[in-house]
C-alpha cells in the first residue's frame, strides 16, 4: 500500500525529498503534479490549508483576460487563451465555457486612449465603445485559436430582452465566450491526489509552517499541535504568491519581488437578476473606469471586484465600503433592477501575487509571470526558485517553467509533458450529452441512487462519481438532516481522505455549502459533529472548531450565524463507519 498523500508533519520527520515546495496553492500544486509526474519524490507544505490563499478567491473564471490587450500584454493573453482552452478539455467537470455578453453605448469610446497608450501615453479611457471592443475581440480570438473548442465572438444590436436588463442608454452588445471553473480548490486537491499516484513517495502536508532552511535541512512546525520536525531536500520551491517575499526572508532568499492586491467578491441570491442573465456573464465597465463581472454561479450570482493595494495579505477582509461600491456599481448598470445588503449571502477576498511595478493604477500592474532561481548562499546550500505573479488560468504553463528549471537543477530530464493530461475526475468524462446521460444511468443502475443524486456527484467529482456513488450507497447514503445536497458518509469520506485538519478546511474548500449561503447554524453543527466523529476529536474540540469556524464565516464572509454557535450533536448522532482509501493522520 502506497504512503497517504496527505499527511501531518509528524510523519515526515527525518525523510529526504529531492523538492520542496513552500505554498500550496494552485501555482505551487501545479509545481507538485508536474514534478511528481516526472517521478521527482516531492513535498508540499502550506502554513494553512491547500488553496487557503489566493486560490480559493478568485473570480472563479479561467479566461484569456481580455482587458489585458489594452495594456498590449499579447504574449500572455495568448498564453492564457491556450491554457484557458487546455482546461476546458482536461477538467471539463469543473471548467465549463462562459458565454460573456459586453454592453456598449457608443461607437468610438476609448479609441483615442487605446491608440495612444501604443505610444507610451496613457489617458483615462472613458467607457469602450464599439470599435475598440470589436478590435480587441478580433485579437482576442486569434490569439486564442490554439486548442479552441468554443464559438468566435459576435456583435449585434441590443436584443428586446437585454434592452429591458441593461441601461438605456446601451445599443448594441458582443458576446463571445471564456470559462468559469465551479469549485477551484478541489480541483488543486485533485492535483495532488493525481501527483501522489503517478510518485507515491510525494506527500502533501497542511497547516504546516517552514520555519527556516539551513544547510539543506527544512524546518517544518505543525500549526496544530505546535510539534517541530525537520527534513532535507536537494531543491526548495517558494510558490507561496503574495507571501513570497516573506517566505523568501524565512528561507534566506532575496526581496522584494511581488506586491498584492485584493479582489472581493460577492455572492448573491437573486434569482430575477439571475433568470435575466440567462447563463451568460455580463463584463462592463463601471462609472471609475473599473472592469467588474456579474454572472450566474450555480444557483446564485458571483459579483466581482474590487482591486485594492494591500501590504498585510494575512489580514484581509471585504470592507462594508467595497459591499457598497459593487452593489451600487451593479444598480448603475442594471437599474431596472433593485439590490441590497440582503441579497448577500456571501462574501470573500483573495490578495492577488503580483510582480513589483511602479505602475500608477492596480488595474494596469502587469498579470505576468516568471521564475525567478537563486543559487546557494551562506546559509542556505540549496538553490531557491521562486514563481512570481501569475494568475489561476495561467498555472500549468507556469508549473511546466518552474519545473524544467528544478529539473535542471536534478539533473533529470523531463519525461511527459502535462498539456493534454486529464485532471482527477476530467478522466474518461463522457463529452456529450447522449454519452453523459448514460453515463448518469449507469451511476444509478450500479449505486441505486437517484438521477439527481447521482447527477450531482458527476458535477462535483467528474468520473470519479461512478465509484464514489457505490461507496457512498453502501453505507446508506443518508443525506445531512440541514444540507440535504450532502450525505453523511460524503462528508466523511471528504474528512477522512482529502487532508482535513480544521472544520473550516471542510465547510468552506471541501464542499460549496459556504459560497452558495447554504451554512446555517444547524448545519454547522451538524457537520461539526459528523467532523469531529470521524477525526476523533473530543468534546472540547468539537466545540472549539465549530465556534472558529463559525467566526471565520461572519468576520470574512459575512455569513449570518449566531454570536454563540449551536453545540454539535454528540458521535453517536453522527456516527457512520467508512473505510478511507487515505488516511488523514488526525491532531
Not at 57 to 79: C, D, K, Q, T, W
Not at 216 to 223: A, K, P
Not at 509 to 515: G, V
Amino acid at each position: 500500500m502506497s504512503t497517504p498523500p496527505f499527511v501531518r508533519p509528524a510523519a515526515l520527520a527525518g525523510r529526504h525529498f529531492s523538492t520542496v515546495i513552500v505554498g500550496a496553492g494552485i501555482n505551487g500544486v501545479g509545481v507538485f503534479r508536474d514534478l511528481s509526474l516526472q517521478r521527482v519524490d516531492c513535498l508540499i507544505v502550506d502554513k494553512g490549508d491547500f488553496a487557503a490563499g489566493a486560490s480559493s478567491a478568485p473570480s472563479r473564471m479561467i479566461h484569456g483576460g481580455l482587458r489585458y490587450l489594452e495594456n498590449g500584454a499579447f504574449s500572455l493573453v495568448a498564453e492564457a487563451t491556450r491554457e484557458r482552452n487546455l482546461l476546458l478539455r482536461n477538467a471539463p467537470h469543473l471548467v465549463r465555457p462562459l458565454k460573456t455578453v459586453v454592453p456598449l453605448s457608443s461607437r468610438f469610446g476609448g479609441l483615442l486612449s487605446s491608440m495612444l497608450r501604443f505610444t507610451g501615453i496613457t489617458m483615462s479611457p472613458g467607457a469602450r465603445g464599439l470599435f475598440v471592443v470589436a478590435l480587441g475581440l478580433r485579437l482576442y480570438d486569434l490569439l486564442g485559436r490554439r486548442q479552441r473548442v468554443m464559438p468566435g465572438h459576435r456583435i449585434a444590436r441590443v436584443p428586446s430582452a437585454d434592452g429591458a436588463l441593461f441601461r438605456p442608454s446601451v445599443r448594441w452588445t458582443a458576446t463571445f465566450f471564456d470559462a468559469w471553473i465551479s469549485h477551484p480548490e478541489w480541483l488543486i486537491l485533485e492535483l495532488i491526489a493525481d501527483a501522489c499516484r503517478d510518485q507515491p513517495a510525494s506527500a502533501a502536508s497542511n497547516h504546516c509552517r517552514v520555519l527556516g532552511c539551513t544547510g539543506n535541512t527544512v524546518t517544518l512546525r505543525d500549526e496544530v499541535t505546535g510539534d517541530v520536525v525537520q527534513v532535507t531536500a536537494d531543491t526548495v520551491v517558494n510558490a507561496t504568491g503574495a507571501w513570497l517575499d516573506q517566505s523568501a526572508a524565512t528561507l534566506g532568499g532575496a526581496g522584494a519581488r511581488v506586491m498584492g492586491t485584493k479582489g472581493s467578491h460577492l455572492v448573491l441570491d437573486h434569482p430575477v437578476l439571475r433568470a435575466s442573465l440567462d447563463e451568460r456573464m455580463a463584463y462592463f465597465e463601471a462609472s471609475d473606469g473599473r472592469v467588474c463581472i456579474v454572472y450566474p454561479f450555480l444557483d446564485r450570482v458571483l459579483v466581482g471586484s474590487t482591486d485594492i493595494p494591500v501590504d498585510d495579505p494575512d489580514h484581509v477582509a471585504t470592507e462594508p465600503a467595497e459591499i457598497d461600491y459593487l452593489l451600487d456599481v451593479l444598480r448603475e448598470v442594471f437599474p431596472q433592477l433593485t439590490f441590497g445588503r440582503d441579497d448577500v449571502v456571501y462574501t470573500y477576498v483573495g490578495v492577488r501575487p503580483l510582480a513589483r511595478s511602479d505602475a500608477d493604477k492596480p488595474g494596469r500592474i502587469s498579470r505576468d509571470h516568471s521564475v525567478v532561481v537563486e543559487p546557494p548562499n551562506g546559509t542556505r546550500t540549496v538553490p531557491l526558485t521562486c514563481l512570481v505573479g501569475g494568475k489561476w488560468t495561467t498555472f500549468r504553463s507556469l508549473a511546466e517553467q518552474a519545473t524544467d528549471e528544478v529539473l535542471a537543477q536534478l539533473g533529470r530530464p523531463r519525461t511527459r509533458s502535462t498539456e493534454l493530461l486529464p485532471i482527477g475526475g476530467g478522466a474518461d468524462l463522457p463529452a456529450d450529452t447522449p454519452s453523459m446521460t448514460r453515463f448518469v444511468q449507469r451511476i444509478m443502475a450500479a449505486s441505486g441512487v437517484s438521477r439527481h443524486r447521482a447527477a450531482d456527484l458527476v458535477a462535483r467529482y467528474g468520473a470519479a462519481a461512478m465509484a464514489l456513488a457505490g461507496r457512498f450507497a453502501s453505507y446508506g447514503d443518508v443525506p445531512l438532516r440541514h444540507a440535504p445536497s450532502h450525505s453523511i458518509a460524503e462528508i466523511r469520506h471528504l474528512c477522512r481522505e482529502t487532508g482535513v485538519v480544521h472544520l473550516t478546511d471542510l465547510v468552506i474548500r471541501r464542499t460549496l455549502l459556504a459560497i452558495r449561503g447554504e451554512v446555517t447554524d444547524a448545519s454547522l453543527a451538524e457537520l461539526a459533529g459528523i467532523a469531529g466523529d470521524a477525526l476523533g476529536w473530543n468534546a472540547a474540540r468539537r466545540l472549539q472548531e465549530l465556534q472558529a469556524c463559525a467566526e471565520v464565516l461572519r468576520n470574512q464572509h459575512s455569513v449570518g450565524l449566531a454570536a454563540v454557535p449551536v453545540d454539535p450533536p454528540s458521535p453517536s448522532e453522527a456516527s457512520l463507519p467508512v473505510v478511507p482509501i487515505y488516511s488523514s493522520i488526525p491532531t
